[in-house]
Each structure stands twice: as C-alpha cells, then as structure tokens.
C-alpha cells in the first residue's frame, strides 16, 4: 500500500500544476471573491464581525447557503454569475448556527441555544430558502455541531458534541453531558419532529473517553449509512442512518510523521518528527460508499497534519503523513507559530466529480491553502493543485453541474483594520494554473521553507536569476533565496543564510537586498528603537556571513522611528559606488508626506539623502517598499497599508538618478520629481482573482530587462499566506 506521496511526485504535481497546456485536463482557478460583511443589514454597523463557517448550495448550483456564527444568522449569495457573486441576504435565528445543509427548497440549520457547557441546548431549523423564512424547528436536547442530509433526501442527521469547556481542569474530558447523534426523517423537505431518534455514541472502548463521546462531524452516503468523527476521541463509528443501529465503531489510529517543523521560533527547520501522534479528525467525508476520507486536524492532544483513508469496516486505505504539510510548506503557506501544536491543520474536505475525475480537496486551516487530489489514482490520491484561499478555510462546496468549486473561510479582521471574511468561488476549466506563482523544490531535503518575502534583486549575468529576502518574521532564520524566474512558478532553488560569526544572525529585519558584484550581497535591515533592534546597510559574502555592519549616523538616528529602510540598490562600481535606501515612513525631521531616499558612499563613508514626496492616502498610510536602480532611473514601489477593497495605492514610479543629488544629513533636503511608471493594483488584483493583498514589497529588473515583483505573505499569520510572484509590464 502507498501510504504517502514521494517527494519527486510532489514537486512535479507543484510544477506541472502551473505548466498544463490549454490541450490538457482542465484546472481550478479561482474567479471571484465574496466578503461576507457585504451581507450585513444595512442597520447594522459595517464593521460587525461576520463569518463564513460552514457553506452549501442550492441544488441548481445558484444560490450558496452559510452559517454566520457571529451574526446569529444564516447567509445567502446569489451566484447566478459565479464572476460576480451578490449578496442576498441572511435570516437572523434565536442561536448560533453551527453547520448548514440543503435538500430540495429547503435548508436545514443546527442552532446552538446553550446557557453553559453543562446545560447544552439547540434545535434544528428549517428554513424555506425562496422566503428566507424559518418555517419549522425540532429540539434537539443538546448542542450540535455537524448536520447532514442523506442523498435521497429521506433523514436529516446532527452531530450532538456538548463541547467541552477548554477552560476547566486544562479541557480534560470527559465533561458531562455526553453527546450523541440525532436522526430526524424527512417528508416531502419537512422534518418530522416527531421522528426524532437518538443514537448514543457512549461505551466505545476504544475511545480515549468512552462516556464522553463529543460527535464532531458527520456524512451520509448513498446506502444511508452515516458516518462519525469523534475529534476528542480520536474514534470513528458508522451508523444505520434507517434504523439508527451503530455497525462499526474504531479508533482513528496514530501517524509516525518525519521532515515536519516541530518547534515555533522565527525559522523553518523541516528536520523534525514526531511519533504515535493521534489523528484526532475533524471533517469526514465519504468517497463512495465502502471509502471515507478524513481531516487529522487535532484538537485535543493530536493532530497529524494530514488526512488518512479507511474503508467503512476501519481498515486504513490512505495515510498521508506530511506529505500535504510539506507540499503547503513548499508554496509558503507554512504557519510556522504553529509548528510546535498541530502544523497546517488539515480541518475540512470536500469531495466531487468533475467530469471523469472524482476530486478530493483537503482545507488547511492555519495554511489557509486547499489541496486539490485526484482519488482516481489506484494506489492513492495524487495531488494536482494547490490553491490559494482565504484567512481560516473552514468548509467548501463542489458544484460539478456548474464547474464550480466554493471555499468559506471563517476569519474576519475587519473589527481589528484587517481583511475580512470571505467566500471564494474557482473554476474548472482549460487553461493554466494561477498558483502557485512561486515554490520550492519539495523533494530537497531538508525542504526549503519560506516566506515574508520582503526584497528583491536581480543577477547582472542571468537573466533568469534572481535574489529574495526574508524580514523579521523569520528573525530566527534570516535568509537570501535564489530564484529560478524561468521556471513557472518560479523556483526557490536555495537559501544563504545571514550570519554573524557562524551563527544565525538575530536582530535583523531584511527589507532589501542589491547584489555586490563580487558574489556577496548588500542588506538593508529595518530597526526598531523600541525593541533595540537597529537600523544598518549590512555587507555578507556569498556563504552569507556578515563582512560589515554599517550603521546610520547619530545626526539621522536622532529623528528615527521604527519605519526604516524599505529597501537597498547600487548606482555606480569600485570609489564611485554608491548605496541608495528606501525609508518607508516620515520620520521626525520629515515633513508630512515627505520621505528620505538616503545614500551612502561605502569608500569615503558619506551619507546623505534626497527627499520624496508620497501620495495622499484615503485611509491609513502611504509608504514606500523598494527601490531599484537600472539605467537613468530608480524605480520605487510606493502602497498604502491597506487590504481588500480598502487598498487603493500599490503603485511603481521612477525619479530620474539626475536628479538624484543627496544633500548632507541635517541640512533641507532636495525634493525629487517622480513618474508613475505601472499602478500595480490591477496587476495584483488579476494575478489570482483574489483580494488584493497589502504587502508589495519586492521590486527587480533582470538582466534581460523583465521586471519582477513580489508580495510579503506576512508568514501566514492573520494572513491568508498568497506570495504573489509575477511580471510587471512596463517601459524602460
């Protein structure tokens, strides 16, 4: 039995994900983006916290249905034209709805109503979906998480946990009252309370809990067999959706995993393993009707970051190790302060059949990243894509009758100025994958993480390479990557790593990187004074050891604020050369709206600047991110700190290197004309049809003229982890 896939299998299916041919089997590409704030009364306040949790659709593919737990609401969107997806409204509940599920007019919601974790109570409602009315609601004596409804349409089955309070004796179960599963039966879309049967998941010896089941998550299948996960538990059990009689009951087993990063700390290290590891799953699904999948996210002491296969009799098909994690971490998405819990935490699944293929995707919570698997693959599922989603993933739905695929992804920043939640629409159709834009090579051991990508420089001789850097994020791990711009994506192809003495160099913060000529490298590290983290242009030779640290003058530190050096680029060779960096924001001696564009001149040890004027934000900051010289110009990536539809400013513009005359530091500075060269907005909004990230933050020239850009991910931490990679259009 293949248990996991091979390295080499990976980094094709990475490759070729974004290499297929118009002629090839056709991709998922994502076409649109939803904010749920957008489904917000219009009463309410527009920065009340909204979310997509759990989400379906309408059996005619039109019309996607949602559970808003902050809201106390269920939501609709109308995706008639899945390009251009509407709000249409939420029913407000006397609860928190936890799951959501359709069958013919109606949808079928489970509603929490609970006082405490010892006295749990919800019922299920039902809702007609053309009057947004609820019509009907059955008691469920208890709280519920999952709901399902059979493929006939004949029962709608909840998942009972009674969760347990994380808060008492450190979340130990069990927690009284026990949990169970309730099945309803269905009439002509109706359910009919009076049917309502309980099915008690208690006495399982094989359950770390056996009297406190907690039912996670459930499925039905063609045969109405309903299949359990009990997360705390780690256990499984298939029921008789019919008469409710419990045929199977096991445990979920534990995974041996290697090459993982097992320990939070500013670096990416692939090196770790760990043993007996429960999988603790989450979502289940079924892939026929002897196969269910399941999502190993952990919860309670487990997590092994992947997802297994088992038949409906327990025996395991499929085990997947680290091979997801490790794919997730080969694109960036790689959440490294949750390397010492549970990794990219696989939590949701969503399963369907587009044409011949049947399709497993599997939804990284904390990757924020769907895999795409073929399932028709004999000895096991073969990824093929990867793709890009929003914050926290939570639940998607597959809707082959329209080539559509839909994510919910529960995060919302809005009330904290950050993006809000959304719901992401994807097409399967001819064409080319549009992510991943950049990776690395996922059979090299150790893998090469990355992330925070925060500069850019090209190699003078070859045009197809090129240089990034890492910022702060990784202080533990401050890296140079080399880039093979020809591949697509774009191929990490090894990392230098910043030294001091041989040692990994802390207190740094790369924002820019500009090649030396002689095979070492020029950095530009942006301090800090309220975390004694200092500002300095750093040299390091080609093993990536520091040679020089250079400091900013006394008479320039005396005005400084956190917001330094963006970025770092060379005019000239030999006594003529001459350093220019980016400063980000105004510092005290600036005048408002005004930054510095400094110089330094490495053979007599001068410095001086010139001054530049920003553009005028709509809201937040303007600052700038980058500056590259190439021929009789500088080019400076200027952005607001804006995300979503609020960003309006992610622009390039060039100043003539004429007028680039610096004046002594202290002295009134000379204010230099700028150009608009490219509004990068546009380009990042099409890259991948999502919301527009707010971190450009690397800008290059190659040798052949092609310019680069490049976004920072922020290391997947309240971010949704997309590093945008792509070539701008311009002329010299």
């Known amino acids: 039995m293949k248990l996991r896939l091979s390295g080499a299998a990976l980094t094709a299916a990475l490759l070729a994900s974004a290499a297929i041919p118009a002629s090839a089997d056709p991709v998922f590409n994502r076409i649109a983006v939803f904010a749920v704030n957008e489904n917000l009364p219009a009463d309410m306040d527009a920065a009340s916290a909204t979310s997509a949790e759990i989400i379906t659709a309408t059996e005619d593919g039109n019309m996607l249905v949602y559970s808003d737990s902050p809201l106390e609401a269920v939501g609709f969107i109308d995706i008639a034209d899945p390009r251009a997806p509407k709000a249409a409204g939420t029913i407000k509940l006397e609860g928190e709805p936890t799951s959501v599920a359709v069958s013919g007019a109606k949808a079928f919601v489970g509603v929490n109503t609970s006082e405490s974790f010892t006295a749990p109570s919800g019922f299920l409602g039902v809702i007609d979906i053309a009057s947004k009315t609820l019509e009907a609601q059955c008691d469920l004596g208890g709280q519920p998480d999952s709901v399902a409804v059979s493929p006939d349409g004949s029962i709608v089955a909840v998942a009972i946990e009674n969760e347990r309070d994380e808060d008492l004796n450190d979340g130990e179960i069990p927690q009284m009252p026990a949990g169970d599963l309730v099945i309803i039966s269905l009439k002509d879309g109706v359910a009919d309370c009076a049917t309502t049967k309980h099915v008690a998941m208690t006495g399982f010896e094989e359950l770390t809990a056996p009297s406190d089941p907690e039912p996670e998550f459930i499925d039905i299948n063609d045969e109405n067999e309903i299949v359990v996960t009990m997360q705390e538990n780690n256990g499984i059990a298939i029921v008789d959706g019919n008469t409710g009689a419990v045929k199977a009951h096991f445990s979920a087993g534990t995974v041996d995993l290697t090459g993982i990063d097992t320990e939070k700390g500013g670096k990416l290290d692939f090196t770790g393993s760990l043993n007996d590891v429960p999988r603790e799953p989450d979502t289940v699904k079924w892939l026929d009707n002897d196969r269910f999948v399941i999502a190993n996210e952990g919860d309670y002491k487990g997590g092994s970051r992947g997802f297994s296969i088992f038949s409906d009799t327990g025996e395991l098909l499929h085990e997947a190790g680290a091979s997801f994690e490790r794919a997730v971490a080969s694109i960036g998405h790689f959440p490294d302060k949750r390397a010492g819990k549970k990794g990219v935490e696989p939590e949701g699944l969503i399963v369907g059949q587009y044409g011949d293929t049947n399709y497993l995707f599997v939804m990284s919570e904390r990757g924020s990243v769907v895999g795409v698997y073929n399932d028709n693959v ?275 513009f060039k100043v003539s290197l004429a007028d680039m005359k610096p004046a002594a530091i202290g002295s009134e500075l000379p204010v230099v004309e700028k150009q608009e060269v490219v509004d990068l907005l546009p380009l990042m909004k099409s890259a991948t049809n999502g919301y527009v990230v707010d971190k450009i933050e690397g800008f290059t020239i190659a040798a052949d003229g092609t310019a680069y850009a490049v976004t920072d991910n922020d290391g997947v931490d309240d971010s949704s982890g997309e590093t945008l990679f792509f070539t701008v259009p311009m002329k010299m």
């Open 378 to 652: 004999q000895d096991a599922p073969e990824l093929v894509q990867l793709l890009p989603s929003g914050i926290g993933p939570e639940s998607g739905v597959a809707i082959p009758a329209r080539n559509l695929l839909v994510t919910a992804n529960e995060e919302d920043l809005g009330p904290d100025g950050g993006v809000r939640a959304h719901v992401m629409l994807y097409a399967y159709e001819e064409g080319e994958a549009d992510y991943p834009q950049i990776a690395s090579d996922v059979s090299r051991d150790p893998l090469i993480g990355f992330g925070a990508l925060s500069g850019l420089a090209a190699d003078p001789a070859d045009a197809s390479k090129l240089y990034a850097v890492n910022d702060s994020f990784y202080s533990g791990q401050p890296s140079v990557f080399i880039i093979d711009a020809s591949k697509k994506p774009a191929l990490i192809t090894d990392a230098i790593r910043v030294t001091r003495n041989g040692e990994p160099a802390e207190k740094l913060d790369l924002e820019g990187v500009a090649v030396d000529g002689n095979g070492g490298f020029w950095l530009a590290s942006e301090g800090n004074p309220d975390k004694d983290v200092p500002h300095a242009v750093l040299h390091i030779d080609g093993t990536g050891e520091i040679t020089e640290t250079i400091d900013l003058p006394e008479e320039l530190l005396a005005n400084q604020t956190r917001f330094g050096m963006e970025g770092i680029t060379t005019v000239g060779e030999g006594d003529d050369l001459t350093l220019w960096m980016a400063v980000q924001r105004e510092w005290a001696d600036d005048a408002k709206g005004f930054v510095k564009l400094l110089a330094y001149t490495p053979a007599t040890g001068a410095w001086g600047a010139v001054s530049y004027p920003l553009e005028t934000p709509e809201k937040g900051w303007m600052g700038l991110s980058e500056i590259t010289a190439n021929g009789e110009n500088v080019y400076i990536v200027e952005r607001d700190n804006q995300i979503g539809a609020a960003a309006k400013v992610k622009k390039l």
